[in-house]
Every structure is written in C-alpha cells, then in structure tokens.
C-alpha cells in the first residue's frame, strides 16, 4: 500500500512539476507516467520485467512521433527517475527499451541533456 501511495505522489508531483513545460509538447507528464508507472517495481525492486512495462513503453514510443513530444517524454522520465532517488536503479531503467524490444531514440539516464533529442 506504501508503494502505491509514492507512486500516486510521484506522479502527482510530476503532473504539477511539467504542467507549465508541456506548451510545445502534445505529450504530457501525466501520459508519460502513467505508461511506465508499471515499471517502477522492477526498477527500484528487480524480479521480472512486467509485461505491462513493457506495453506501456511501446504506446509511450509510439506516441512521441515529434521532437518535442520525444523532449517532453524525456524531461517527464528524467523527473520521475530524479522522484525515486536512491531507489532508482538506473541500470535497470536504461535497460528497460531492449530488454521490451523498442528502440526509444535517447538514451535512459538522469544524464541525457532532453534539450538535444531530435
């Protein structure tokens, strides 16, 4: 119960948080979590990768088609990660795109400068 209630917070906190960088952007960071909010357990627990992760990456890739959708998804994951903190595991995160079989077009890191994706 504890773990829905921090997703239901990180999400909500990104949703305020991107509110105002989304005028360019269809995609919002609400969408955005919501598609990879199944993924948070395998990425701050481990075990195995849900399916639904992975349902929820593929209609993520699928929807950002322009470049500041791909920027926006970027800036919204790159909150997300930052919410989870020491939970985060990025190896597991960065990952996520080739072990589901979808090539996303930047790399998953708390690194990636969102300004240049294209």
Known sequence: MAGVMKLACLVLACMIVAGPITANA??????????????????TQGGPLPRACCTGVS??????????DRQQAC???????????????????????KACGVSVPFPISTNTNCNNVK
């Open 26 to 43: 269809a995609l919002t960071c609400g969408t955005v979590n919501s598609n990879v909010a199944p993924c948070i357990g395998y990425i």
């Open 59 to 68: 209609k993520l890739n699928s929807m950002a088609r322009t470049t500041p």
């Open 75 to 97: 800036r919204c994951l790159k909150t997300a990660a930052s919410a989870l903190g020491p939970n985060l595991n990025a190896g597991r995160a960065a990952g996520i795109p």
